[in-house]
């Protein structure tokens, strides 16, 4: 069992992520906007952290950025779900470090199966 | 000193008659009773809105866990009563905006089966406005066939609220062979689609060439003509160059600053000539002068310094 951390905005979102990984036997905890969620994640140490972009208060790039700068946070993977889908987006995401990046809309079942693998990895 | 004899000297007694003290005090009692009322109404607000806040929260947790086990390949029957059922289509639309591929079909099957569709088509049909436009969003939470007449229909409704849900509802299915419907629906004379809402729902169905705008691109209206530019610049349609270029020696200034804006995105440097070609006229705008210069040294790569 995983732990594994969703930073979303967007309640049904976040709650449908949850509802999945909790079924595939992850603990799961669910931050609502950037700041509290990079605060969990200091605090859990998370193995895997779902990242939304757009977010109040601290946006998905710079969690991200924070998190490759703390050294104990630098290996956790990040997977990034985002409506953001232009290739300077993509770039950028992979750019600050994130492992993987999914697209708004988005497959549930696309998403277990790369939560697997960066879990596995 | 005689203290009691100053003051004896100096004061003077106030002068009250029975009538005003009567007055006075039905005021102050009127008054009181007054901020009594408001403050309970107040308290009593914030208490209805709060039960109220829990009553919705609870019923849309319930809907959540009706869509949750529809995704999860389990479908449960729908609630029956209408106010639940109206929290379940309300969740259902949200989150059939934000699933593909088997999620997004096992939705729409089951709104389908539990008679959600038949009632979306029922509210397109409704009287007041804000009815069909709901009824527009859950026809579109139940398409997983792509049948999209009746909302093609209502890109034509009289009330340019269901107009722009229609067309939003278009472009988040993503289906491309809609865009000739928005493009005739913004450059319609008569209940016209608003461009803004047009051009959201195009971009959304990201037409993979220029020809996909079809008659946008020769239209009367500079506002579609603009949006024609503007979309081509946006999703990178890089064969609207040559329309575009066309664009740059139309009358209107509003569609030459869109094309320029639009070639400046496409970055291909042979849109440079025709350019420097439209900036030999004197009679544009200087803002359109400005975005011709900015597209230019863009195209080379240069800060443009105004």
Same mark, same amino acid.
């Given at each position: 069992m995983a732990t594994v951390i969703v930073i979303e905005d967007d309640p049904d979102i976040s709650l449908l992520v949850a509802h999945k990984l909790r079924a595939a036997g992850h603990r799961v905890e669910v931050e609502a906007d950037g700041r509290a969620g990079l605060a969990a994640v200091v605090q859990? *140490?998370?193995?895997l952290v779902v990242l939304d972009? =757009? =977010?109040? *208060? =601290?946006n998905g790039i710079e969690v991200c950025e924070a998190m490759r700068a703390d050294p104990e946070l630098a290996g956790t993977p990040v997977l990034m779900l985002t409506a953001k889908a232009q290739e300077a987006d993509l770039e950028r995401a992979y750019s600050v470090g994130v492992d993987e990046y999914i697209q708004k809309p988005f497959s549930t079942r696309e998403l277990a199966v790369r939560v697997e693998r960066l879990l596995g990895a | 000193m005689n203290w009691q004899c100053v003051w004896s000297d100096c004061w003077e007694p106030e002068i009250v008659t029975p009538g005003v003290e009567t007055v006075a005090t039905v005021i102050l009692v009127a008054s009181t009773v007054l901020v009594l009322v408001l403050v309970l109404a107040v308290v009593s607000l914030r208490a209805l809105s709060a039960v109220k806040g829990v009553v919705t929260s609870r019923r849309t947790a319930a809907a959540r866990a009706v869509i949750f086990a529809v995704i999860d390949g389990d479908p449960p029957r729908a609630p029956r009563g209408p106010v639940r059922r109206a929290a379940v289509a309300a969740t259902a639309v949200r989150l059939s905006t934000k699933l593909r591929g088997a999620d997004r079909a096992a939705l729409a099957r089951w709104l389908t089966d539990e008679g959600f569709r038949h009632r979306a088509t029922v509210m397109m049909h409704a009287t007041f406005a804000i009815s069909r436009a709901r009824g527009a969003r859950l026809f579109v939470a139940c398409l997983a066939d792509r049948e999209t007449g009746p909302l093609l229909d209502l890109l034509?409704?009289?009330d340019v609220r269901v107009r722009a849900v229609a067309a939003r509802a278009l472009g988040e299915c993503g289906i491309s062979s809609a865009v000739p419907f928005l493009v005739r629906a913004a450059a319609s004379h008569e209940n016209p689609l608003p461009v803004s809402a047009a051009a959201m729902a195009i971009v959304h169905t990201a037409?993979?060439?220029?020809?996909? &705008?079809g008659m946008a691109w020769g239209s009367g209206d500079p506002a579609v003509a603009s949006m024609a530019a503007d979309v081509a610049g946006y999703l990178h349609l890089t064969d609207a160059r040559e329309r575009l270029e066309r664009l740059l020696?139309?009358?209107?200034p509003e569609v030459v600053a869109s094309a320029a804006r639009a070639l400046a995105r496409l970055g291909?440097?042979?849109?440079a000539a025709a350019i420097s070609t439209r900036l030999?006229?004197?009679? &544009?705008p200087a803002q359109v002068r400005n975005g011709l210069h900015v597209a230019f040294a863009d195209l080379h790569h240069v800060r443009f310094e105004s």
């Open positions: 859990v *140490r998370p193995d972009w =757009m =977010m109040p *208060r =601290m | 034509h409704d009289r037409p993979r060439s220029a020809r996909g &705008l020696n139309s009358g209107e291909d440097p042979r849109s030999v006229d004197g009679d &544009l």
